[in-house]
């Protein structure tokens, strides 16, 4: 047989997967999936799009293959597009799915036709098969899943596939036939299902799949309210009741119409769990040669979604009432019989209808026919003996061990065995391998446990001696740190008073430096000192001779008024005045003389005096001399006793800042040897907890 391979219409994001099988606990078909990798991931060869899996899927590892941003991509390159619309249309978009057709338009798609008339025309073949053909048996093939399923797995049950194409591509063929404007447009399908890619990938019919759930995405992300577009109506004639196609049943409700009865002879079923069991069921009773004497109904219909297309993968509806879905089906039903003459008139409705339908049908024009893919399916089944050791490498040795407790999301044992057996899944992931493992190791758990506790009980022996070791250096630190905190108390002290000497220091080097500028102006005053006392020296000793000289001329001069005398004795009575005169010379001369004598006697004591002076000036010079020296070398060893102060200052201020940073060492030594002391006590703690729980275990 011929593999046919199929496009993905579910995608795995395998980031997000984390092997949880659900999506093989919701999968129909169970092995398209691959969990021998960790990821489960798809076969999209033999998966049927049914989308179980995604809504399953609660960590959005699952996702839909939509076709939305090529559809947008060719309207905004202006290519020539036309759309078809699912009738599922009037749930997911209530009171709005003709506004949507306006929107449509406005992007630049040329005409919108609805999904529900082509579902007319579907109806009106299958009545018309039924009619001419009398099949026993048929199934109703609208839904893609069913028939990629029955075309995959159940190939036998292929020429019971109602041979007439879906109520979508009824639309496009009767476009192609009787809308030649449109001959060369692309056609984009807005549907509520994500297999409806398959259906136009087998048929060559249709280029995008536009799904509801998307295009209400697209337009709440850019903020699109379809309110504000017109209501446009369908570009095709109105269809009636088959609006009700996409509800589970609505196939009948439209067959009813033309075929009263036929809901007596049809079973109406639908959903994953539901369905292909059913149709399974329908194999084997054909294959064993069943099926006769009415074991079979005339027609199925049959739909893969519990909810029908209202609520189908491609739909934001999963979660959604029925009633809610189905309410504005049933509205639309109501206002498209009123179209055509209201629901008191069923007959003259049937025939109005069915002159319309028979303007858009022709024979062999909608005709199916179906490709047998089951050679896509190559898993080989176990015999017995390799069944058993398959259980025997799941460490299932009997019938008690086989629980088929669904963990591994095949149902039963023998599903996970025949997945092992392929290839599609590991023992790993079998709930009663895993805990076999954990009993086996059970043994050997309790013996590491004993031996855990008596390590702990040696380490908590040894975690106390920490302990205590930790504490009495925490006490260490606690001194060390008041210490420090002394020291630098005292040494802050010790700064404050070199500053403080330092400034008076600087003060008294000035006081010092005006003490040597006067001490030098003194001694330069002393030598003038000096010099002026030689020279008051030299000049007493000139005065001296001159007195000599005065003594001399007076005592000449007291010869001479001598002699005068003598002369005017001589002279008598004339000499008498003159000897007056004499007289006064004498006494002058005796007076000059005597005080010329006092004078000498006290220029002699000046003399003396100022030689003394002058001895003494000497040694007082000598001694300022001295003095300035010393006060020099005093004003140097203080400007040297000032750096060295301003030295010290610096350094302690180092000092200082050492001790401050010693301080907030200690400090955080102190805090960390407190956390350290905290988590002793919590490991120590900890590990009396793990002991605890190990004997409690145990």
Request: hydrophobic share 35%.
């Given at each position: 047989?011929?593999?046919?391979?199929?496009?993905?219409?579910?995608?795995?994001?395998?980031?997000?997967?984390?092997?949880?099988?659900?999506?093989?606990?919701?999968?129909?078909?169970?092995?398209?999936?691959?969990?021998?990798?960790?990821?489960?991931?798809?076969?999209?060869?033999?998966?049927?799009?049914?989308?179980?899996?995604?809504?399953?899927?609660?960590?959005?590892?699952?996702?839909?293959?939509?076709?939305?941003?090529?559809?947008?991509?060719?309207?905004?390159?202006?290519?020539?597009?036309?759309?078809?619309?699912?009738?599922?249309?009037?749930?997911?978009?209530?009171?709005?799915?003709?506004?949507?057709?306006?929107?449509?338009?406005?992007?630049?798609?040329?005409?919108?036709?609805?999904?529900?008339?082509?579902?007319?025309?579907?109806?009106?073949?299958?009545?018309?098969?039924?009619?001419?053909?009398?099949?026993?048996?048929?199934?109703?093939?609208?839904?893609?899943?069913?028939?990629?399923?029955?075309?995959?797995?159940?190939?036998?049950?292929?020429?019971?596939?109602?041979?007439?194409?879906?109520?979508?591509?009824?639309?496009?063929?009767?476009?192609?036939?009787?809308?030649?404007?449109?001959?060369?447009?692309k056609i984009a399908v807005l549907s509520p299902c994500i297999a409806k890619r398959r259906e136009f990938d087998e048929t060559g019919l249709g280029n995008y799949n536009?799904?509801?759930?998307?295009?209400?995405?697209?337009?709440?992300?850019?903020?699109?309210?379809?309110?504000?577009?017109?209501?446009?109506?369908?570009?095709?004639?109105?269809?009636?009741?088959?609006?009700?196609?996409?509800?589970?049943?609505?196939?009948?409700?439209?067959?009813?119409?033309?075929?009263?009865?036929?809901?007596?002879?049809?079973?109406?079923?639908?959903?994953?769990?539901?369905?292909?069991?059913?149709?399974?069921?329908?194999?084997?009773?054909?294959?064993?040669?069943?099926?006769?004497?009415?074991?079979?109904?005339?027609?199925?219909?049959?739909?893969?979604?519990?909810?029908?297309?209202?609520?189908?993968?491609?739909?934001?509806?999963?979660?959604?009432?029925?009633?809610?879905?189905?309410?504005?089906?049933?509205?639309?039903?109501?206002?498209?019989?009123?179209?055509?003459?209201?629901?008191?008139?069923?007959?003259?409705?049937?025939?109005?209808?069915?002159?319309?339908?028979?303007?858009?049908?022709?024979?062999?024009?909608?005709?199916?026919?179906?490709?047998?893919?089951?050679?896509?399916?190559?898993?080989?089944?176990?015999?017995?003996?390799?069944?058993?050791?398959?259980?025997?490498?799941?460490?299932?040795?009997?019938?008690?061990?086989?629980?088929?407790?669904?963990?591994?999301?095949?149902?039963?044992?023998?599903?996970?065995?025949?997945?092992?057996?392929?290839?599609?899944?590991?023992?790993?992931?079998?709930?009663?391998?895993?805990?076999?493992?954990?009993?086996?190791?059970?043994?050997?758990?309790?013996?590491?446990?004993?031996?855990?506790?008596?390590?702990?009980?040696?380490?908590?022996?040894?975690?106390?001696?920490?302990?205590?070791?930790?504490?009495?250096?925490?006490?260490?630190?606690?001194?060390?740190?008041?210490?420090?905190?002394?020291?630098?108390?005292?040494?802050?002290?010790?700064?404050?008073?070199?500053?403080?000497?330092?400034?008076?220091?600087?003060?008294?080097?000035?006081?010092?430096?005006?003490?040597?500028?006067?001490?030098?102006?003194?001694?330069?005053?002393?030598?003038?000192?000096?010099?002026?006392?030689?020279?008051?020296?030299?000049?007493?000793?000139?005065?001296?001779?001159?007195?000599?000289?005065?003594?001399?001329?007076?005592?000449?001069?007291?010869?001479?008024?001598?002699?005068?005398?003598?002369?005017?004795?001589?002279?008598?009575?004339?000499?008498?005045?003159?000897?007056?005169?004499?007289?006064?010379?004498r006494r002058l001369s005796e007076t000059t003389r005597e005080n010329s004598r006092n004078i000498a006697h006290t220029l002699t004591a000046i003399v003396d005096g100022?030689?003394?002076?002058?001895?003494?000036?000497?040694?007082?010079?000598?001694?300022?001399?001295?003095?300035?020296?010393?006060?020099?070398?005093?004003?140097?060893?203080?400007?040297?006793?000032?750096?060295?102060?301003?030295?010290?200052?610096?350094?302690?201020?180092?000092?200082?800042?050492?001790?401050?940073?010693?301080?907030?060492?200690?400090?955080?030594?102190?805090?960390?040897?407190?956390?350290?002391?905290?988590?002793?006590?919590?490991?120590?703690?900890?590990?009396?907890?793990?002991?605890?729980?190990?004997?409690a275990e145990l």
């Amino acid at each position: 047989m011929k593999t046919n391979e199929l496009a993905a219409v579910i995608r795995v994001n395998e980031e997000k997967c984390v092997n949880c099988h659900a999506c093989i606990a919701a999968c129909p078909v169970k092995y398209c999936n691959n969990g021998a990798e960790g990821k489960v991931t798809i076969n999209h060869n033999l998966c049927i799009g049914c989308g179980s899996c995604i809504r399953a899927c609660t960590h959005e590892a699952r996702l839909l293959v939509d076709d939305s941003k090529d559809f947008f991509s060719a309207l905004d390159k202006k290519e020539k597009v036309i759309a078809i619309v699912a009738p599922a249309v009037a749930s997911n978009f209530s009171g709005q799915y003709l506004n949507l057709n306006g929107y449509l338009k406005s992007r630049g798609v040329t005409a919108v036709f609805d999904v529900s008339f082509g579902a007319e025309l579907t109806v009106f073949s299958y009545i018309k098969y039924i009619k001419e053909k009398n099949p026993s048996f048929c199934i109703a093939q609208p839904c893609p899943a069913i028939v990629t399923y029955i075309e995959i797995y159940h190939p036998e049950l292929l020429p019971y596939l109602a041979p007439a194409e879906s109520p979508m591509l009824h639309t496009i063929k009767m476009i192609r036939e009787y809308y030649p404007q449109y001959k060369d447009y692309k056609i984009a399908v807005l549907s509520p299902c994500i297999a409806k890619r398959r259906e136009f990938d087998e048929t060559g019919l249709g280029n995008y799949n536009v799904t509801f759930a998307v295009l209400y995405e697209y337009l709440e992300r850019q903020k699109i309210n379809l309110s504000s577009f017109r209501a446009e109506n369908y570009d095709n004639p109105p269809a009636e009741r088959a609006v009700t196609f996409s509800m589970p049943g609505g196939l009948l409700v439209t067959a009813e119409r033309n075929s009263p009865g036929i809901s007596r002879v049809t079973r109406k079923i639908e959903g994953v769990h539901t369905i292909y069991p059913y149709l399974a069921d329908v194999a084997k009773t054909i294959c064993s040669g069943g099926g006769k004497n009415g074991e079979l109904p005339l027609l199925v219909d049959c739909l893969n979604c519990e909810k029908g297309c209202n609520g189908g993968p491609g739909t934001r509806n999963g979660e959604t009432p029925m009633d809610k879905l189905e309410a504005p089906i049933w509205k639309r039903r109501a206002e498209m019989e009123a179209k055509y003459g209201g629901s008191k008139s069923i007959k003259k409705n049937q025939k109005r209808v069915s002159k319309v339908l028979s303007r858009y049908w022709k024979k062999g024009l909608y005709n199916r026919f179906y490709q047998d893919r089951s050679g896509n399916y190559t898993l080989r089944t176990p015999d017995d003996n390799e069944l058993t050791e398959i259980y025997k490498s799941l460490r299932k040795y009997g019938e008690q061990d086989l629980y088929d407790c669904n963990t591994c999301g095949y149902g039963t044992c023998r599903g996970m065995a025949v997945a092992i057996f392929n290839g599609l899944n590991r023992p790993e992931n079998c709930h009663h391998y895993g805990l076999s493992l954990i009993e086996q190791d059970r043994g050997t758990i309790e013996s590491l446990n004993k031996n855990l506790n008596s390590q702990i009980e040696h380490s908590l022996g040894f975690m106390r001696g920490i302990n205590d070791l930790i504490e009495s250096l925490n006490k260490q630190i606690v001194h060390q740190a008041s210490s420090i905190e002394e020291s630098s108390t005292a040494i802050e002290d010790m700064m404050g008073t070199i500053n403080n000497t330092a400034g008076m220091a600087q003060k008294k080097q000035s006081a010092i430096r005006d003490l040597v500028s006067n001490v030098e102006q003194s001694r330069a005053s002393m030598q003038e000192t000096i010099e002026a006392v030689g020279n008051i020296s030299k000049g007493v000793e000139g005065v001296g001779a001159t007195i000599q000289v005065i003594s001399g001329i007076a005592a000449n001069t007291n010869l001479l008024s001598m002699n005068a005398a003598i002369e005017a004795a001589h002279a008598g009575d004339a000499g008498r005045g003159f000897a007056v005169v004499a007289g006064e010379i004498r006494r002058l001369s005796e007076t000059t003389r005597e005080n010329s004598r006092n004078i000498a006697h006290t220029l002699t004591a000046i003399v003396d005096g100022i030689r003394t002076t002058t001895i003494r000036s000497s040694a007082t010079d000598s001694l300022i001399s001295t003095m300035a020296e010393e006060i020099n070398e005093f004003a140097h060893t203080m400007t040297d006793l000032i750096n060295s102060l301003g030295e010290l200052s610096i350094g302690s201020r180092k000092i200082i800042d050492t001790l401050i940073q010693l301080r907030e060492h200690a400090e955080a030594i102190k805090t960390g040897y407190s956390n350290m002391m905290d988590k002793a006590h919590e490991l120590e703690a900890s590990m009396r907890s793990i002991a605890k729980t190990e004997e409690a275990e145990l």
